[in-house]
């Protein structure tokens, strides 16, 4: 499916400017923010919606930039986005939107006529036979992706070796005030005194039975 040179699938994945008209303005919208998801890593999408927002975010070098309605802008800004398509060559990717179709906007002198000569390789129209179906099922297959990609991240942080859990602090605080004892102290603990008093009396009996064992002989 082609579109005055260039695919649809192609602009919503390359870096060239184009004009998108047809659908209302929340379908264009997607369809930039889809865009800009080919470029993630250069930031969000940024909308443009007065002629003094412009300057800044044209003078990038990345991102993509989306104008939502170019005619409310007027023709000194359309002038000023095409100076940036003819002397920059890293610019972001500019998306210029239409509320009408170009060929109507340059009838009553709302579109510059060298600006839509410009882009006239690069245009999309949402209203295309057959386009509205191959959005949705491309957009039902990037969610798919998604949620796949999203899953395989909570699987593998699911399979991460728990850590020990650290004792209580008033354990910790008991722990470290006790002295470690050693082994000897450890084992001779003081006997029971029924036990000693036992072991006394044994003793006393060998000593009477040596004494009279003396006495005999």
Same mark, same amino acid.
């Given at each position: ?12 994945? %390359? ?8 659908? %209302?303005? *929340?379908?264009?919208? @997607?369809?930039?923010?889809? @865009? ?8 969000? $999408? +940024? ?16 991102? +993509? #930039? ?15 986005? $095409? ?21 109507? @906007? ?18 999309? %129209?949402?209203? !295309?036979?057959?386009?509205?179906? +191959? $959005? ?5 297959? $990037?969610?798919? /992706?998604? @949620?796949? =990609? ?9 399979? /991460?070796?728990?850590? =020990? ?9 008991? =722990? !470290? ?10 084992? =001779?603990?003081? *006997? ?10 044994? +003793?006393?009996? #060998? ?11």
């Amino acid at each position: 499916m082609e579109y005055g040179g260039y695919s649809e699938e192609d602009l919503v994945s %390359n870096r060239a400017a184009l004009l998108l008209y047809g659908g %209302n303005e *929340a379908d264009r919208r @997607a369809w930039a923010h889809e @865009a800009a998801g080919h470029f993630a890593g250069e930031g969000p $999408l +940024v909308e443009i919606r007065s002629p003094q927002e412009l300057s800044s975010s044209l003078g990038k070098s990345r991102g +993509v #930039v989306f104008i939502p309605d170019a005619l409310a802008l007027g023709l000194e800004a359309q002038s000023q986005i $095409l100076r940036c398509l003819q002397e920059r060559e890293e610019r972001p990717k500019i998306i210029i939107a239409l509320p009408r179709l170009p060929d109507e @906007a340059l009838q009553q002198g709302l579109l510059r006529d060298d600006l839509s000569y410009r882009l006239r390789l690069a245009r999309v %129209n949402l209203d !295309a036979e057959g386009l509205a179906e +191959v $959005l949705q099922e491309r957009r039902r297959k $990037l969610e798919e /992706k998604l @949620a796949t =990609a999203k899953e395989l991240v909570q699987t593998r942080l699911g399979k /991460k070796p728990k850590t =020990a859990k650290a004792a209580p602090a008033s354990r910790r605080k008991g =722990a !470290a005030s006790r002295k470690p004892q050693s082994s000897r102290s450890r084992h =001779a603990r003081p *006997a029971p005194k029924s036990l000693a008093r036992g072991a006394r009396r044994v +003793v006393k009996k #060998v000593r009477s039975v040596k004494k009279s064992g003396k006495k005999r002989r």
